[in-house]
C-alpha cells in the first residue's frame, strides 16, 4: 500500500534551492508521451497552428530562460525521431546551444506517472549530477527546480513558467491555479449531488507545475515502487512531501484535448475582449472632486464609501468585465471597513494587476466624464496621463471626453457626475524566444 502523508520517510525534508533571479536553476520536463486517443486522429503534438506544430509551441515558454540548463521532452516509444522532427530550426538551435547532451527526446512508459519519471531521470543523467544514480541521494539535486509541461499546452508564457519557478525554488513545489468558474458539486453513482463545496475552495490546476529535482525524482521512484498514480505530480508531491504552493495561472493557457481544442483554444487565446463600466455619484460639500486620480478644483466632490473618484471606478469595472473577474464591488466591497477613503488609483493598480494574472494584457482605454460644472477640458491631458500610468499603457492608448446633460436629471442640475469607460484588453500569448 502506498505510504500516507503521516508516513513519508526519507524524503520529508527537502533540500534548500536558490531562489533569487540570478542563481535559479532551471530544468524541463515536456510530457508528449500519451497516445492522442480522445484527439481522434494522430499525435495531437504534431498538429500545426499558424504554422508550428502545437509541441513547438508548447516549447516556446522555456527557451528564453536565462536559467535553463536542461530540457527533455517524453515520446511514445519507436516515435522520438519524429517528435524532434516537429521543432522548428529556431527552436533547435537554442536547445543546442544549452550545451551537449542537455536536450532529448525520450521514449515515456505506460502511463503518464512513468513518463515523468523517466523525463526526470534523464534530466538528472544530462545535468551529470551526483544523484543521479539510484544508488546515490537524489536531494543533492535539489539545486536545481524541474518544471514539468504538458506538450498539449501550447500557450503558456514565459512569465508563468518564471512565476512557478521561482515559487518552486522558495517553497519546494508550486502549481498555477485558475479560479473555479462553475459551481463544483460532489456527485453520487446514483445521479444525485451529494454536497455543494464553496467555489472559492476549489481551482483548476495548470501546467508548467515547478518541484525541487532531486526530491521530485525521488517521489517518483517511490511511486513507482509503491504502485502509486497520480493526476499530477502535485498530488504526488502532497502525498510523499509536504504543501503544495500555488500561483496564479493564465486563462490562455489552456491543453489540448480534443480537436475542436485548437479552433476554441486559438479563438480563446488570440483575440481582444471588450468591458464597460459606468459609475454614478452624488456631489456633496465639503469632499474633493476626483476625476481619473486628478483633484479638480471644485465646491462639490463625490460622495462615496472610498475616495469617490467616479472615472476610475468606471475604468475597474471595465476592466474587470472584459476579463470576467466580476466587478469592484466583489474585490472592495463597500460593506468593508478596509475600503472606506480607499484611494482609487491604489485600487485601479490593482485591478490591473488582477487583469494581467489572468493572462489579459490592457490595450486601451474610452472614457466619458459626464458633469456639468466645472470644466473638465484644462484637466484632461493630465486625467489621459494619470489613467495611463495607473493601468500600465500609453497614453496615446487613452481617450477623455468630457460631456454635460444640459440641466437634463441629477447629473444636469449639477447634483451628481457619471462616468463611462470602454476597455479593450487582449490575451498574452508567448512570443518565440
Not at 78 to 102: K, M, T, V
Not at 230 to 254: K, M, Q
Request: net charge negative; glycine share 10%; proline share 6%.
Amino acid at each position: 500500500m502506498p505510504a500516507s502523508k503521516a508516513d513519508r520517510g526519507p524524503i520529508e525534508e527537502p533540500g534548500s534551492a536558490a531562489t533569487s533571479a540570478e542563481t535559479l536553476r532551471i530544468a524541463v520536463v515536456v510530457t508528449a508521451a500519451g497516445s492522442s486517443e480522445r484527439f481522434g486522429g494522430d499525435k495531437k503534438e504534431l498538429r500545426r497552428v499558424d504554422e508550428r506544430t502545437i509541441l513547438d509551441r508548447s516549447l516556446s515558454p522555456f527557451l528564453g530562460l536565462s536559467g535553463l540548463e536542461a530540457l527533455v521532452v517524453t515520446s511514445p516509444a519507436g516515435r522520438e525521431a519524429e517528435l524532434r522532427a516537429a521543432l522548428d530550426p529556431e527552436s533547435l538551435a537554442a536547445l543546442e546551444r544549452l550545451g551537449p547532451g542537455r536536450f532529448a527526446v525520450v521514449a515515456g512508459g505506460p502511463c503518464r506517472r512513468d513518463s515523468v519519471r523517466l523525463g526526470l531521470e534523464a534530466l538528472a543523467k544530462a545535468l551529470g549530477h551526483r544523484g543521479s544514480s539510484e544508488a546515490e541521494d537524489p536531494t543533492l539535486l535539489d539545486d536545481v527546480v524541474v518544471l514539468v509541461h504538458d506538450g498539449a499546452r501550447p500557450w503558456a508564457s514565459a512569465d508563468l513558467a518564471l512565476r512557478v519557478a521561482r515559487s518552486a525554488a522558495m517553497c519546494g513545489a508550486s502549481v498555477p491555479v485558475l479560479p473555479l468558474v462553475d459551481t463544483p458539486k460532489e456527485l453520487c453513482s446514483d445521479g444525485t449531488v451529494t454536497r455543494h463545496p464553496p467555489r472559492s475552495a476549489f481551482g483548476g490546476a495548470q501546467t508548467p507545475q515547478g518541484f525541487r529535482l532531486g526530491t521530485i525524482l525521488a517521489a517518483h521512484r517511490r511511486a513507482a515502487a509503491e504502485g502509486l498514480d497520480c493526476t499530477d505530480d502535485a498530488e504526488l508531491w502532497d502525498r510523499y512531501v509536504g504543501p503544495v504552493a500555488f500561483v496564479s495561472g493564465e486563462i490562455g493557457n489552456r491543453k489540448v484535448t480534443y480537436a475542436g481544442d485548437i479552433a476554441a483554444s486559438t479563438n480563446y487565446a488570440l483575440p481582444f475582449r471588450i468591458g464597460q463600466g459606468w459609475d454614478l455619484h452624488r456631489l456633496v460639500p465639503g469632499r474633493p472632486l476626483l476625476i481619473g486620480g486628478i483633484e479638480v478644483p471644485s465646491d462639490l466632490g463625490e460622495d462615496a464609501h472610498s475616495d469617490g473618484d467616479v472615472l476610475l471606478h468606471a475604468v475597474m469595472d471595465a476592466l474587470l468585465g472584459a476579463a470576467a473577474l466580476g466587478d469592484i464591488g466583489t474585490h472592495f466591497p463597500p460593506s468593508d471597513e478596509l475600503w472606506r477613503g480607499a484611494d482609487s488609483l491604489t485600487l485601479a493598480r490593482r485591478v490591473a494587476g488582477l487583469v494581467r494574472e489572468a493572462g489579459w494584457q490592457p490595450g486601451n482605454l474610452d472614457c466619458t466624464v459626464i458633469l456639468e460644472e466645472p470644466k473638465l477640458g484644462p484637466y484632461k491631458e493630465m486625467i489621459r496621463a494619470s489613467l495611463a500610468d495607473c493601468v500600465g499603457i500609453a497614453p496615446e492608448a487613452v481617450s477623455v471626453k468630457a460631456k454635460t446633460k444640459e440641466g437634463v436629471d441629477a447629473v444636469g442640475e449639477g447634483r451628481a457626475v457619471e462616468a463611462l469607460a470602454l476597455a479593450v484588453i487582449y490575451a498574452v500569448v508567448p512570443e518565440r524566444s
